[in-house]
Nanobody, 123 residues
Framework: QVQLVDSGGGSVQAGESLRLSCAVSGYTSSRYCMGWFRQAPGKEREFVSS???????EYADSVKGRFTISQDNAKATLYLQMNNLKPEDTAMYYCAADPSGVYGCPYRPYNYWGQGTQVTVSS
């Protein structure tokens, strides 16, 4: 059974950094998309970033140049380095996995989700 465990959230000031982690277990597919999504209070969940098994990374326009997604296959962990955080980045962040493909990761029907980790950025 696939399990994703998010961690690394916290409360920071604008301009500071955080690194989110997502520990993955029970995942054996060599074809996958992994992604980060976020949901702010009163808003719909939105795509933040994704990376595929072939290393193709994609980002929402709102985080390009500030966030970096990466993966450590040896540790079965997905990361999201978030720099120069802004108050509008405040949200619950979720990692997600889709084992059915390696292309079009922002649009995949993600099957597995972490429990979420809260990021709060104050001005």
């Amino acid at each position: 059974q696939v399990q994703l465990v998010d961690s690394g959230g916290g409360s920071v000031q604008a301009g500071e950094s955080l690194r989110l982690s997502c520990a993955v277990s029970g995942y054996t597919s060599s074809r996958y998309c992994m992604g980060w999504f976020r949901q702010a209070p009163g808003k719909e969940r939105e795509f933040v970033s994704s990376i595929s098994a072939i290393g193709m990374a994609e980002y929402a326009d709102s985080v390009k140049g500030r966030f970096t997604i990466s993966q450590d296959n040896a540790k079965a962990t997905l990361y999201l380095q978030m720099n120069n955080l802004k108050p509008e980045d405040t949200a619950m962040y979720y990692c997600a996995a889709d084992p059915s493909g390696v292309y079009g990761c922002p649009y995949r029907p993600y099957n597995y989700w972490g429990q979420g980790t809260q990021v709060t950025v104050s001005s």
